[in-house]
């Protein structure tokens, strides 16, 4: 019997600022600059973080001709974000700072995330001389995606087989 454990944090952060102004374009003959856009700017910042752990549990083992594998492992995922976006257009003074810009035209918008994820693994197999084969599998899965009388799911095979070029009678 083997044993294993994993495990992984990730936590991130991100902070975004674009200062967006056009070149001043010239009417021919013209010294007058004539801007089409007026600049804008937007900063965006958020943070998160995922986790991921999983246990596995193994055993192989051989009685004679008789071969037996397990393995079996749980696996658990989550993770959660925030994000915050602020806007302002239309400068009429081209400094890259929300300060400068006009009380109209603003925008904010923001969002926030949540998930959640977690299975179950088993495979067995037998075999019998290296040439009879049985195999089978299951998975139940859980996900934050679905109500709760349906967030689990449970998946399975059956696979055999036989390997007649290890037949003496052939």
């Not at 056009?22 to 856009?37: D, H, R």
Request: proline residues 5%; negative net charge.
């Amino acid at each position: 019997v083997h044993l294993k454990a994993n495990g992984n944090y990730n936590m991130y952060n991100t902070m975004d600022k674009s200062w967006n102004q056009t070149a001043p374009g010239y009417g021919l003959g013209s010294t007058t600059p004539i801007y089409i856009n007026q600049p804008n700017l937007v900063a965006i910042d958020g943070d998160g973080y995922t986790w991921n752990m999983q246990g596995m549990v193994t055993y192989d083992h051989l009685f004679g001709k008789n071969r037996v594998d397990f393995t079996g492992v749980y696996e658990q995922i989550q993770g959660s974000s925030e994000q915050i976006e602020a806007e302002r257009q239309s400068f009429l003074i081209p400094i890259d700072q929300f300060f400068a810009g006009p009380s109209t035209n603003q925008i904010g918008t923001g969002t926030a995330a949540v998930s959640a994820s977690e299975g179950y693994v088993g495979r067995l197999q037998y075999n019998y001389a290296e040439k009879y084969f049985l195999e089978g599998s299951l998975r139940y899965d859980g996900s934050y995606l679905f109500p709760p009388a349906k967030r689990f799911g449970l998946f399975y095979g059956f696979s055999g087989g036989w390997i007649p070029t290890e037949e003496k009678f052939l």
